[in-house]
């Protein structure tokens, strides 16, 4: 039985489908270790130009399927013409998939700019409405804190995240952030702009930091001084970098919880046990872990 706190908290993961063999094995253990949380669901992601279509695709109805997790995929416009994407709807559809992660998607490799396919949805709004003339999917969306790379202005952007919702967008993820503040704005923004649906903060555990300068120059989140200097000195202390990690992300989530934030999304990149970690100190544990 989980107590007060577990049933007010709750959290979702994001895994990735595997390329090899031993990848494979990663993510259902991932999987094996965290679906005793309960997740509220599950999302797997799309590759660059949907390389891992087909991946995602079986991933998600095994998630659902043997593991009785509700399994949300990821769509997106790259490369494919309407209806590509619909067929693909279609069968999550008549496979019981209900929940669909609608993103624009990112330019295929060896690309720098996203450019629409000619005979397909150019951009998430229309991927949404779509989706929405296919089934009654729950469907979420991409919000941005700091502001997609790719908007004219925050307003635009903010703009671009209420249109998704009209056409039907019944949720907004956060791209990671690192400051609560970052969150906190947005929200009140969001809200003055008459968006009424949930805004979940996506939480991205920090392990590898070289890789998430990276990751975030090219998905516009900033990356805090005191952040940097937290992983100062630890390239090659990958055990620390660990603690570091969960401890970062505990203290980032504790504060939003005081705001009264229940809902976390954790972009795992398959590694459960830090997540595991995380939600642990929450208070989200297994039935076996709960207090009576």
């Known amino acids: 039985m989980h107590t007060a706190t577990q049933r007010a908290l709750q959290v979702s993961f994001e895994f990735f489908p595997p390329?090899?063999?031993?990848?494979q094995e990663s993510l259902w253990g991932c999987v094996k270790r965290l679906a005793p949380l309960a997740p509220l669901f599950v999302s797997v992601t799309y590759g660059a130009g949907g390389s891992t279509r087909e991946r995602t695709h079986d991933t998600v109805i095994r998630l659902q399927k043997e593991w009785g997790i509700p399994?949300?995929?990821h769509l997106t416009c790259v490369q494919a013409t309407r209806d590509d994407i619909d067929a693909v709807a279609r069968d999550y559809r008549d496979a019981g998939i209900r929940h669909i992660v609608a993103l624009r998607g990112d330019p295929p490799e060896g690309s720098v700019e996203y450019m629409p396919h000619p005979g397909g949805y150019p951009f998430a709004v229309d991927l949404v409405a779509g989706l929405r003339r296919i089934a009654d999917f729950e469907?979420?969306?991409?919000a941005y804190p700091e502001v997609?790379?790719?908007a004219r202005s925050a307003r635009d952007d903010l703009e671009n995240l209420r249109r998704k919702i009209d056409a039907g967008a019944t949720r907004a993820i956060t791209q990671y952030f690192f400051d609560a503040d970052t969150y906190?704005?947005?929200v009140d923004r969001a809200r003055s702009a008459g968006i009424s649906v949930p805004i979940v903060p996506g939480i991205l555990p920090v392990t590898n930091f070289s890789q998430v300068v990276k990751f975030s120059r090219a998905c516009g989140t900033s990356i805090p001084a005191w952040l940097r200097d937290r992983f100062e000195g630890l390239d090659?202390?990958?055990r620390t970098r660990?603690?570091?990690a969960a401890t970062t992300a505990i203290e980032l989530c504790e504060e939003l919880q005081r705001d009264g934030v229940r809902h976390f999304h954790f972009?795992?990149?398959n590694r459960a046990d830090l997540v595991f970690a995380i939600c642990h100190t929450l208070g989200v544990r297994p039935p076996a872990f709960s207090s009576p």
């Open 71 to 73: 399994a949300a995929a």
């Open 267 to 269: 972009y795992t990149l």
């Open 139 to 142: 469907i979420s969306v991409a």
């Open 184 to 186: 906190r704005r947005f």
């Open 236 to 238: 090659e202390d990958p």
């Open 148 to 150: 997609h790379p790719a």
């Open 242 to 244: 660990e603690l570091v």
């Open 19 to 23: 390329k090899t063999e031993k990848m």
